[in-house]
């Protein structure tokens, strides 16, 4: 019974990841409060868990993106100008967080930032934010004056790519959120609002597939149990499934809407989290 009630849980952090991933409300933070209220152990399996479920979720996104991808594949086969500028933007826009996220690994950080109180924090300066950049970004009064923002990836330039990349480092910091640093980042850099969640998924591919791949590398896969290979592999398609409904519905949400409804749901979480910890719930 106990095997069948983590399996379970599993499945119910799956449907967390996929609803969270990205949307910009932070999936990490996400994962370390459900775990937190299901009484999951914190122990290197959930870590490796928490990380590894995400790879579902960004399966779902290359398979939404793959038509594009293979398109710019093959035009940077025939060395074409728009093939090499996509996939220049593409690296340069992932190499901030690789190397930050290398340094993380090394340091360990992972025992410093993932609890409630970091995440609570993070889900309120991220919120925070995101008003204030959404707010200044719509009124033109940041890279680019209001409605003449980039619009399509071929015009993005490389300092552009640099600026989402470096404010995508924030989204090591569990509850600030990688969808939401990098569509910041493209505020900052003057995208439009669609362009910027547009490149968020492109960067989340490698950065994502890096981070399961090194998690998957480094953990010990000695003495894991049938309950917790079972978990790992609903986790991981659950995430997938539910990502793949979301990732559609997010992308039609932005052309129509601001994301300061997102803002505030973090900020209305994060006082639902100062209660609980008060009430020693968490």
Not at 161 to 183: E, H, K, N
Request: proline letters at 3%.
């Amino acid at each position: 019974m106990d095997g069948i009630i983590f399996v379970i849980k599993a499945i119910v952090m799956g449907i967390v990841e996929g609803l969270s991933e990205f949307l910009p409300i932070s999936s990490t933070g996400h994962l370390i409060i459900t775990q937190h209220l299901l009484g999951l152990p914190d122990d290197e399996f959930e870590k490796m868990f928490s990380v590894v479920i995400q790879l579902g979720a960004i399966l779902a996104v290359l398979l939404l993106f793959w038509p594009r991808i293979w398109d710019r594949l093959k035009s940077l086969f025939r060395w074409e100008k728009s093939g090499r500028h996509f996939f220049l933007v593409w690296i340069i826009g992932c190499v901030p967080a690789v190397v930050l996220g290398l340094i993380y690994e090394v340091l360990n950080l992972d025992d410093y930032l993932f609890s409630v109180p970091t995440v609570t924090i993070a889900l309120v300066i991220g919120a925070l934010l995101m008003l204030w950049l959404e707010k200044r970004h719509d009124s033109g009064s940041l890279s680019k004056a209001a409605g003449d923002w980039t619009q399509d990836m071929q015009q993005i330039t490389v300092r552009q790519a640099w600026v989402v990349g470096l404010m995508q480092c924030l989204s090591l910091w569990p509850g600030f959120s990688r969808s939401a640093a990098t569509i910041m980042g493209g505020w900052v850099a003057g995208f439009s609002t669609p362009l910027a969640a547009d490149y968020s998924f492109f960067l989340a591919i490698p950065i994502m597939f890096g981070a399961s791949g090194l998690k998957l590398f480094t953990f010990s896969f000695k003495g894991i149990t049938l309950s917790q290979v079972t978990a790992l592999l609903l986790g991981f398609l659950v995430a997938f499934i539910v990502a793949l409904l979301v990732v559609r519905a997010f992308m039609a949400f932005l052309h129509k809407h601001k994301l300061r409804g997102f803002a505030y749901y973090r900020l209305v979480l994060a006082v639902l989290l100062v209660v609980l910890m008060a009430a020693k719930v968490l």
